[in-house]
T-cell receptor, first 113, second 113 residues
């Protein structure tokens, strides 16, 4: 099955730095979602985007739904230790019978002491 | 309100045995989705069920894999005659309707010896 292209694959940053990651697709999605996954756990929803061009914030996180509906980005400002984990984008078409999430390949965030 | 409950969290099977993975959706959720995650990869959609009906099984292997979501009780993902390649983390998600956010369980990690 299709997987979305996510970059960068991994990031090593210092505490307090800002983080930016993005996700691209060859096909259009009607919804973009960003999840975070900690080791041994399931993905937890961070932000959901429903309209092309939409910019949404959740605390230190900001995400945008690309105008072409084929991409999205996630920014994290002033990173803290608990931001460590793997971040996944996911796209959804949301037509009847096509509600599945298509996930990106993930961005692994590591904070260097 | 309890989240999506999956059990067991870890399952070890020998080649040729059967694996049964259970998922209890969040209260009030009648839509269940199963995803598989191989190490260092994103989640990949397997099957979408709505009480007693399979809506989309486009990601499910044609042989050995089956899923059900009975009127009463949890959703079950069944893998017959497991092979080493079935070793992965299997995640269940639920939503109250097809247009709503999918919330994930903590997953079942299947190891095939």
């Amino acid at each position: 099955g299709q997987q979305l292209n996510q970059s960068p694959q991994s990031m090593f940053i210092q505490e307090g730095e800002d983080v930016s990651m993005n996700c691209t697709s060859s096909s259009i999605f009607n919804t973009w979602l960003w999840y975070k996954q900690d080791p041994g756990e399931g993905p937890v929803l961070l932000i959901a985007l429903y309209k092309a061009g939409e910019l949404t914030s959740n605390g230190r996180l900001t995400a945008q739904f690309g105008i072409t509906r084929k991409d999205s980005f996630l920014n994290i400002s002033a990173s803290i230790p608990s931001d460590v984990g793997i971040y996944f984008c996911a796209g959804q078409v949301l037509n009847f019978g096509n509600e599945k999430l298509t996930f990106g390949t993930g961005t692994r965030l590591t904070i260097i002491p | 309100n309890a989240g999506v409950m999956q059990n067991p969290r870890h399952l070890v099977r020998r080649r040729g045995q059967e694996a049964r993975l259970r998922c209890s959706p969040m209260k009030g959720h009648s839509h269940v989705y199963w995803y598989r995650q191989l190490p260092e990869e994103g989640l990949k959609f397997m099957v979408y069920l709505q009480k007693e009906n399979i809506i989309d099984e486009s990601g499910m292997p044609k042989e050995r894999f089956s899923a059900e979501f009975p009127k009463e009780g949890p959703s079950i993902l069944r893998i017959q005659q497991v092979v080493r390649g079935d070793s992965a983390a299997y995640f269940c998600a639920s939503s109250p309707s097809s247009k709503n956010i999918q919330y994930f369980g903590a997953g079942t990690r299947l190891s095939v010896l």
